[in-house]
């Protein structure tokens, strides 16, 4: 799978997809990609960064959910030219492909609540581009496989499958780590999304209780262990002060503790399993 002129993935090394939750500001954004390209090569992995142009399931009308799309696109092909990596984004209809975003990302992400959006994931699928499908929270990884055949279908078969969790009663997601070998066995690489595996919805991302970010190095470790492909998280100068997901995002400081550790483990496993 040639995921950019700079990664083309063949399962040899592991992928950290990672950046902030939304773009907020060209210097943030900038601060953050300098941040985790040092740490991706210092830890020897694949960077792809990742901040959504659009947040489009706020849970309420008056947060912040982007900035205007061309004024987003602008500051992406900024951070390509001046870093040189690869940029993955959220894209929530289709009509937002003309509209510049097919040009400028390398990578194109189904939402977890768009997964079952055929229209959509056609769109996508019919770029040639690789797209990255989020489980959806209410679906069996099995049928996941129902998703990628859709993209197949269009002769696409760059894909990549991203765990974010499932339902598991009010306001909570459970991880299962079967959920790996059953998407796993679908033949795509398979990411953990952390973060937003640790998200309490329906409560505010500013406020504390918004996420439970101290279970991070629990679930990290075991899903680091399952021998995927990869881990997907955000991370933010300052997140208190983030404008989206403040309760899930991780500072960079814990971000190079966390992210070293579960690498560390990874590749641990993977020499085991080799």
Request: net charge neutral.
């Amino acid at each position: 799978m040639r995921i950019s002129d700079t990664i083309t993935y063949d399962g040899s090394r592991q992928i950290l997809i990672a950046g902030n939750c939304i773009l907020e500001t060209k210097a943030i954004a900038f601060k953050t990609v300098e941040f985790l390209k040092k740490l991706a090569e210092k830890l020897d992995v694949d960077f792809i960064f990742k901040a959504s142009y659009k947040k489009d399931n706020r849970s309420s009308e008056k947060y912040f959910s982007g900035l205007p799309l061309p004024d987003a696109l602008k500051i992406f092909s900024e951070i390509k030219k001046a870093f040189n990596v690869p940029i993955i984004s959220d894209v929530h209809y289709p009509t937002e492909l003309t509209e510049g975003v097919a040009d400028v990302f390398d990578v194109l992400q189904v939402p977890a609540y768009l997964a079952m959006q055929t229209e959509l994931v056609l769109s996508l699928a019919k770029t040639g581009k690789p797209v990255n499908i989020k489980k959806a929270q209410f679906l069996h990884p099995q049928d996941m496989e129902k998703v990628c055949k859709k993209i197949e279908s269009v002769g696409n078969r760059s894909i990549i499958l991203t765990e974010r969790g499932t339902c598991f009663g009010y306001r909570d997601l459970v991880v299962d780590t079967r959920s790996f070998q059953i998407m796993k066995s679908l033949g795509y690489p398979v990411i953990f999304d952390a973060g937003h595996s640790i998200r309490k919805y329906g409560i505010p991302s500013s406020d504390p209780a918004g996420g439970t970010k101290q279970f991070l190095p629990t679930l990290m470790s075991a899903c680091a262990a399952t021998n995927i492909d990869g881990l997907f998280i955000e991370v933010h100068p300052d997140p208190k002060n983030a404008l989206c997901d403040a309760a899930s995002q991780l500072n960079f400081d814990d971000a190079t503790h966390l992210i070293s550790r579960y690498f560390k483990i990874a590749k641990f496993v993977k020499q085991l399993d080799d």
